[in-house]
């Protein structure tokens, strides 16, 4: 078994910055890609950045410039730094990593229980 745990999110002024934090645990043998993802009410979830496991960065138009994705691998920990939040930056930010787990050979995609982010004034 595998648990993704997110921690971070909350409420922030327009302007402001948030960090999350995605910390994977379990029988993990490998992590590859680990991402972030964000569902705001009435709209479908969407990728906001992902990393592979060389450290490939890859963001969401909508991002570019201001959020980094990051990881820790001897900690199996994803960050989103978060800066210069809008208001349409309000979601359900999800937690995302390929893991394969001890004993299985192959990959399987785990989720976070999702933490929310609220941009407003």
């Known amino acids: 078994q595998v648990q993704l745990v997110e921690s971070g999110g909350g409420l922030v002024q327009p302007g402001g910055s948030l960090r999350l934090s995605c910390a994977a645990s379990?029988?993990?043998?490998?992590?590859?890609?680990m991402g972030w993802y964000r569902q705001a009410p009435g709209k479908q979830r969407e990728l906001v950045a992902a990393?592979?496991?060389?450290?490939?960065?890859n963001y969401a138009d909508s991002v570019k410039g201001r959020f980094t994705i990051s990881r820790d691998n001897a900690k199996n920990t994803v960050y989103l730094q978060m800066n210069s939040l809008k208001p349409e930056d309000t979601a359900v930010y999800y937690c995302?990593?390929?893991?394969?787990?001890?004993?299985?050979?192959?990959?399987?995609?785990?989720w976070g229980q999702g933490t929310q982010v609220t941009v407003s004034s």
């Open positions: 995302n990593a390929s893991v394969e787990g001890l004993g299985t050979g192959n990959p399987y995609d785990y």
């Open positions: 990393i592979t496991s060389g450290g490939s960065t």
């Open positions: 379990g029988s993990i043998f490998s992590i590859n890609a």
